[in-house]
């Protein structure tokens, strides 16, 4: 099969928008994840806007909500629109219920995206510990810190996930090095069985932003959070002790629309 993609990488975390209409998201976006010359992490679908004022959508190839990737859409969706310099973007994509508002400067290549806050602050009980976890629309998080990066741990705290916490659409667990002030974001999803250790997570990184800034009382804060493929920048806005802002921003580097030649 044909399909037309735009590469995408917010810090490094590339982001496939797939412009050709597909049926089988699950096994389109398995193909285009193993084609090795894409290097891709995840794979979004692009859905046009069903009349003339409607929102450009962006279907998740699991359902999920991914901040990167409503960051990539809206630069996106601005370039194609034809807007050169600042704009707000609003677009739709999965794992939310309401649109979402994308600032976007064509001229700089950066996209901020206002993040749903979270709906629940749990605690999941893990090897002896209290790990911090955040519900989002579409993917919760899990805020590992001081626990070494590795495949078999994320299916560990999976299944503890499962046995006392809701099932997600997508599991995000961030490895959090507090020495080296870097987190590493491993995400699974459910509906491609698909794990990838990312090279950066937006809603990851808000998610930690929001727990490095759970003891400030008010004000703003701004958090640079470093992730093996660059920085995601997280500002978290509270008014007296209750969050009630979350944005996620930075550079966006978008290639020009592509074809790729797949079986299936």
């Avoid at 579409?138 to 805020?143: A, D, K, Q, Y």
């Avoid at 006392?164 to 974001?185: H, K, N, T």
């Avoid at 069985?193 to 929001?210: N, P, Q, T």
Wanted: hydrophobic content about 45%; glycine content about 12%; charged content about 20%.
């Amino acid at each position: 099969m044909r399909y037309e993609v735009i590469v995408a990488d917010p810090a490094k975390n590339i982001t496939l928008l797939v412009l050709t209409p597909v049926e089988n998201r699950a096994e389109a976006a398995r193909l285009l994840m193993a084609d090795p010359s894409l290097g891709a992490e995840q794979v979004g679908f692009v859905l046009p806007p069903a009349a003339p004022q409607g929102l450009w959508r962006l279907e998740m190839m699991g359902g999920e909500f991914c901040g990167n990737a409503a960051r990539s859409f809206g630069l996106w969706v601005a370039r194609t629109l034809g807007y050169t310099g600042a704009a707000e973007i609003p677009i739709a994509i999965s794992g939310m219920r309401e649109p979402l508002m994308v600032r976007v400067n064509g001229e700089t290549g950066t996209a901020e995206a206002a993040m749903p806050l979270p709906l629940a602050r749990e605690t999941l009980r893990f090897a002896d510990r209290a790990l911090p976890a955040y519900v989002f629309e579409g993917i919760t998080h899990i805020i590992a810190p001081g626990i070494p990066p590795e495949q078999g741990l994320v299916y560990t705290i999976k299944e503890q996930v499962e046995r006392s916490l809701s099932r997600p659409q997508a599991l995000g667990v961030l490895f959090y090095d507090e020495d080296q002030s870097l987190m590493i974001p491993a995400v699974y999803v459910y509906a491609t069985d698909s794990l990838v250790f990312e090279s950066s997570c937006g809603s990851g990184s808000a998610a930690l932003g929001v727990w490095q800034e759970e003891r400030r009382w008010e004000g703003e804060g701004l958090r640079r959070v470093l992730q093996p493929g660059g920085v995601i920048e997280v500002r978290v806005g509270k008014r007296q002790g209750a969050l009630g802002s979350l944005s996620i921003g930075g550079p966006v580097f978008l290639g020009e629309r592509i074809v790729r030649e797949l079986p299936g």
